[in-house]
Every structure is written in C-alpha cells, then in structure tokens.
C-alpha cells in the first residue's frame, strides 16, 4: 500500500508567488513524523521542515510553512514568496514509530517545481 | 567530517561484476539508511540500521544486495552479479537516535553506479 502520496508531478509557479505542494499519508501508528527534503538538480538532498504527529502547531522554517490537517492525514508544504532558486523536486517523507525509536523514512514520489520569472 | 561521506561518488561497472558502496556518517548518529533512487523517481528504502538493533532489511530487492555496518560508524552495501537494472544513485543517510524534531535525516551526495 502507498504510505506517502504526491498527485503533483510537476506545478509552475511565478516568482515571488506561493505554491503549495501537495502530500498524503496512511499510517495506523498514531506516532509519526512528516519531513520534506528538496533535491536540486545537483542531486543533493537537503531537508526543509519537520512535523510530528503530536505537534500543536503547525512547523515554520523561513519561507517553507507545513499545513498539517491530521484527520484529513495530509501534510502540505507552503512555500512563500517563491524564488528562482527553489526550482527543484520536492519529496514528502514520512517515518512511524516512537519519537524515541526512530524507523525507515518512506518517500513520496516527488512533486517537480519550476519557478518562472 | 561534518556530514554523510559516501564512496565512490561515480561507479561504472560490467553487468555481472560485484560492487561495494561505502557510507561514512556523521559523528555520533546511530541511525543509518540506505536508498535507491534510479533516474526520475522517488527514493526507494533499501535497508536501515539503528544501534546494535537488528537492521530492517524489507526494502532490500533480491538476495543479491546485502549491507553491513560496523559497530555505529562505516556502512557498505555490495550488490553482486550487477545487472542493468541496478543502475542508479544509491543514497546514504543518517539520523541522531532521538526523537522529535531533533531526528532530522542527513543525506550523503550519493554514488552514481552505472552498470553497463
């Protein structure tokens, strides 16, 4: 079963636009945490934000915002203000289990940004 | 050094040849991961070790790949009998045994392996 869903393959957004980049989750384990990493085309991956299953609030990084709505099990990433720079694949990740018991971290499929100026 | 070190960065090898990939994490982590990622896809889990635990192998796609860690420092991944379909980057990561948002997961540069 798909743990982690990205239905955007690709999106466009203007520069100093915000998009939201859109992730879905199943897990049974009410302890989870929600990541999303962003892969350049260099390859490297560099991880964004973070959001745990009990956190009260949703997480804020700078211009990377999560919209967590834990009943509809989706975990959203905003990004503010969009800049040419964030042109890249986004991946949503999600890892179950105590918060003190770490576990494999499951990839969406990726979701790739073009920024347009 | 300060992050996930992996070797080589580049791999060519002949479809039959085995190959071992090396992962050095960062100082201290204990938890440590490794993922494919063939070209235009997501990231497949292969295999996790954390601590002296017993590693979570599930993501491994046939007998031919195998890891091993020693103690909570290097990681190798050997894939024999390369086949084609093993071409791809193979990702290491590692992660502090904490919870929270303090489990945040570092990734390596990657080894590209091309198998011809």
């Known amino acids: 079963a798909q743990k982690i869903t990205q239905t955007q393959p690709g999106m466009f957004v203007q520069e100093k636009e915000a998009v939201t980049l859109d992730c879905t989750y199943d897990t049974s384990d009410p302890s989870y945490g929600l990541f999303w990493y962003k892969q350049p085309s260099s390859g490297e991956m560099i991880f964004l934000i973070y959001?745990?299953?009990?956190?009260?609030q949703n997480a804020t990084e700078g211009r990377y915002s999560l919209n967590f709505q834990k009943a509809r099990k989706s975990a959203n990433l905003v990004i503010s203000a969009s800049q040419l720079g964030d042109s890249a694949m986004y991946f949503c990740a999600m890892r179950e289990g105590r918060y003190n018991q770490g576990g494999k971290l499951i990839f969406g499929q990726g979701t790739e940004l073009s920024v347009k100026p | 050094g300060a992050g996930v070190s992996q070797s080589p960065s580049n791999k060519v090898t002949e479809k039959g040849k085995d190959v071992e990939l090396r992962c050095d994490p960062i100082s201290g982590h204990t938890a440590l991961y490794w993922y494919r990622q063939r070209l235009g896809q997501g990231l497949e889990f292969l295999i996790y070790f954390q601590g002296n635990s017993a590693p979570d192998k599930s993501g491994l796609p046939s007998d031919r790949f195998s890891a091993e860690r020693t103690g909570e420092s290097v990681s190798t991944l050997t894939i024999q009998r390369t086949q084609q379909e093993d071409s791809a980057v193979y990702l290491c990561?590692?992660?502090?045994?904490?919870?929270?948002?303090?489990?945040?997961?570092?990734f390596g540069e990657g080894s590209w392996l091309t198998v011809v």
């Open positions: 990561a590692s992660s502090l045994y904490v919870g929270g948002s303090g489990n945040t997961i570092y």
């Open positions: 959001q745990g299953s009990y956190d009260q």
